[in-house]
C-alpha cells in the first residue's frame, strides 16, 4: 500500500470554503480512480464523490452535491476536493483513496489510502 496525502483542511466558519487536495509522492494518480471519503465524529466512514483517469465524477451523497467538486489535475499529479457553502454537518476528517477498478462509495474498492485532514465548521 502506497501513502496518499491529503492537505487542505481547518476550521472554517458556516458559509465558508475550503479546498483539499490528495497527493501521492510514489503513485501517478493520473492512472487510478480517486475517491474522496469523510468521517464525522461517531460515525462510520462514507464515500462523498469519486473521478475516474478520464475525468467522469460520480458524487456519493446527496447533501453535497452542488456544493462539492472534484477535480484532478494530472500535470501536478493531484486529485481535489472543492467544497463550498460548508456547514457544521460537513464537519470529519476527510481521506482520499485510489483504486484500480471502478469509482465505488465501497471502501474496499480502494487500495492506497492518505492519513486524512481535518475539516472543522464551527462559528
Known amino acids: 500500500q502506497l501513502q496518499l496525502v491529503e492537505s487542505g483542511g481547518g476550521l472554517v466558519q458556516p458559509g465558508g470554503s475550503l479546498k483539499l487536495s490528495c497527493g501521492a509522492p510514489?503513485?501517478?494518480?493520473?492512472?487510478?480512480?480517486v475517491g474522496w471519503f469523510r468521517q464525522a465524529p461517531g460515525k462510520e466512514r462514507e464515500g462523498v464523490s469519486c473521478i475516474t483517469p478520464d475525468g467522469v465524477v460520480t458524487d456519493y451523497r446527496g447533501s453535497v452535491k452542488g456544493r462539492f467538486t472534484i477535480s484532478r489535475d494530472k500535470a501536478k499529479n493531484m486529485v481535489y476536493l472543492q467544497m463550498n457553502s460548508l456547514n457544521p454537518e460537513d464537519t470529519g476528517i476527510y481521506y482520499c483513496?485510489?483504486?484500480?477498478?471502478?469509482?465505488?462509495?465501497?471502501?474496499?474498492?480502494?487500495?492506497?489510502w492518505g492519513q486524512g485532514t481535518q475539516v472543522t465548521v464551527s462559528s
Open positions: 510514489e503513485l501517478t494518480l493520473g492512472y487510478w480512480y
Open positions: 483513496a485510489a483504486g484500480g477498478g471502478t469509482c465505488s462509495d465501497y471502501e474496499a474498492s480502494y487500495i492506497h
